[in-house]
């Protein structure tokens, strides 16, 4: 009977080992599949009184807004230190600096200086692009450059607030948006940065959204928001296959958000939000246009059948997907910031002060479970510079940043 038992405990952790581990890693911008919405869980849903327990800080990532990938235990990010824009490496077990490498000249603005954009993993390199449009390919291993290209070689302009795109990986191809009458959209031979095709039916300037990858009606399509259109383009060769037209103002931001033949848009500025259907042909047809979510740039994250996001002159708000109608709005609770969701929770940043929030990401309302403010903050910086750094929570910590400082949390059940 005992050997009975044995062999079926051995068996099961045979069985167990030989399952593969979930990968859990954060690649690239708003995550593996660009939604912002991790599928860890085990994560904590109520916080202690002073917050999560803060596992490391380095204080020496550089100036800007850039947010995390995170892969193999190393962190990546990039930031500027003195008059130069970096790619940096961090052990993501003590937040020490592995290796720097050079992107470009520092990007310079009033609200705070510096690269805007996430690097994005893939193979044994990562590719990340600074604020006055350089994009280098770095080897993991030890950041040696192995190609970089310019913007303004492939036509594009720098945009007001420089460029904020964090470049899409996919496949053997890098895809960038330098705008232009050459090709808005262009996808860059992953190994040595050679032009593979440009978008050259869709010609508008560089914003400041990222291309989101989408599989409708059997074809893989790349997803750019600009100024003025939604524009979808073939990934096998940029041709484009369908637009809508959007009424943006100043600066259009966030990432569009896709599921099942609908794609999700919002920008600041008064604009709103709209979904869009496409059906068989690539016909394009509005569901909703309305003012409910009007999101600057913070970034909106799709859970269920649930919108949430900051929306300007309302608050934090719940909206319906299929609708566009509000759910639920909680102006008081928090001032305007970024968000991620991670276990059926929101982490929110107010953009201020640093104040974070847990709280559900749920229909039934605003209800939270835990906040803290981040302690240290830059001295470093703009007095007009915010927390506007997009957090990320990654095998069970919780990564946060206000320009040079960044700080690691344990947010994990134990």
Known sequence: ????????????CLLTTALPAADLSWPQWRGPDRTDVSKETGLLKEWPKDGP???????????GYSSFAIVDGKLFTMGAREDTEFLICLDLNDGKELWSARVGTRLDDRKGDGPRGTPSVAGDSVYAMGGQGTLIAAAIADGKVRWQKTMTSLGGKKPGWGFCESVLVDGDRVICTPGGSDGAIVALNKADGEIAWRSTEVTDRAGYSSVVP????????YLQLFMNQLAAVSASDGKLLWKSDWP?????????????GHVFITSGYGVGCKLVKVVAGSQVEDVYFNQKMKNHHGGVVLLGEHLYGYSDQIGWVCLDFKTGDIVWSEKNALGKGCVTCADGMLYCVDERDGTVVLAEASPAGWKEHGRFRLSEKTSRSSSKAMFWAHPVVCIGKLYLRDQELLSCFDVKVR
Not at 214 to 221: D, K
């Open 214 to 221: 989408i599989e409708l009606n059997g074809q893989r399509q």
């Open 53 to 63: 327990q803060q596992v490391w800080g380095n204080s020496d990532v550089g100036l």
């Open 1 to 12: 009977m005992r050997l009975t038992i044995s062999l079926s405990l051995l068996g099961l």
């Open 248 to 260: 943006g103002k100043t600066a259009v931001i966030p990432t569009p958000i896709y599921r099942d």
